[in-house]
């Protein structure tokens, strides 16, 4: 068999792997993954590639690496559910890195966190100065968790205690031209409002919008195949 037929073959069954394999082990973001989800998936990774052009590494043991590096943090994974102490021990625990406006030194040279990636992690949730913190965790996956003083949070209704109304999630009625009738339907609108809006909107008809979307006000908000942008004259 020529050799790029065998590395066809190859590859398809590593992707065929891969695919089953990142169903089975979650729907966590590449941001959400600890240190050890990490190097998991570099693992798997280079495992796949290795399969795929490696002639010496037979299909059947790559196989079987894949299967367990894919399925070991899977069991793992269970027992963290059911134990707090096992899940510390494979991801690690959150550590206090400024408490009351104070840099806590111990905890930055435990985690290896230099000053600059301190306040880079710091400007990243819009936060420059660090008697702002009333306290900063660092996560187990690197990420930063901030909770401001309370005189520098932003006023929100509930801090005034005043009552808002409520709004659902808004609601895409015309996707590429095309009326999606389960969602106007659900919302209890009919096809004759939808055109009387998109009318006062000015679209002829439904060809003409790219995408409508509806409130829980009953807003709608309607982007034309043809926006009419006002360009600025320089």
């Not at 996707?175 to 055109?195: F, M, P, R």
Request: charged fraction near 25%; charge should be neutral.
């Amino acid at each position: 068999m020529p050799d790029y037929s065998l590395i066809l073959i190859r590859s398809i069954i590593a992707f065929i792997l891969l695919l089953f394999l990142t169903r089975i082990m979650g729907k966590k973001q590449l941001s959400q993954l600890t240190f050890f989800d990490y190097v998991v998936g570099i693992t798997i990774g280079s495992i796949a590639a290795s399969m795929s052009v490696d002639k010496n590494i037979q299909i059947s043991n790559g196989v079987v690496s894949l299967a367990i590096w894919g399925i070991f943090p899977i069991i793992l994974g269970f027992f963290g559910m059911k134990s707090r102490k096992f899940l510390q021990i494979t991801d690690g625990r959150p550590s206090i890195v400024i408490k009351e406006g104070k840099v806590l030194e111990e905890s930055m040279r435990k985690n290896q966190l230099a000053i600059d990636e301190l306040m880079m992690l710091l400007r990243e949730k819009g936060v420059f100065k660090i008697e702002d913190v009333e306290m900063a965790i660092l996560e187990t996956n690197g990420e930063l968790s901030i909770m401001k003083r309370t005189d520098v949070e932003p006023i929100t209704p509930s801090f005034l205690g005043m009552k808002v109304k409520l709004e659902h999630a808004p609601t895409l009625l015309i996707v590429d031209g095309h009326i999606l009738s389960k969602n106007l339907s659900a919302l209890g609108y009919t096809e004759e409002w939808l055109q009387k809006k998109i009318k006062k909107q000015g679209a002829q008809s439904i060809d003409d919008i790219f995408i409508a979307q509806v409130d829980s006000n009953g807003s709608l908000y309607v982007d034309l195949y043809k926006d009419k942008i006002q360009k600025d004259e320089s």
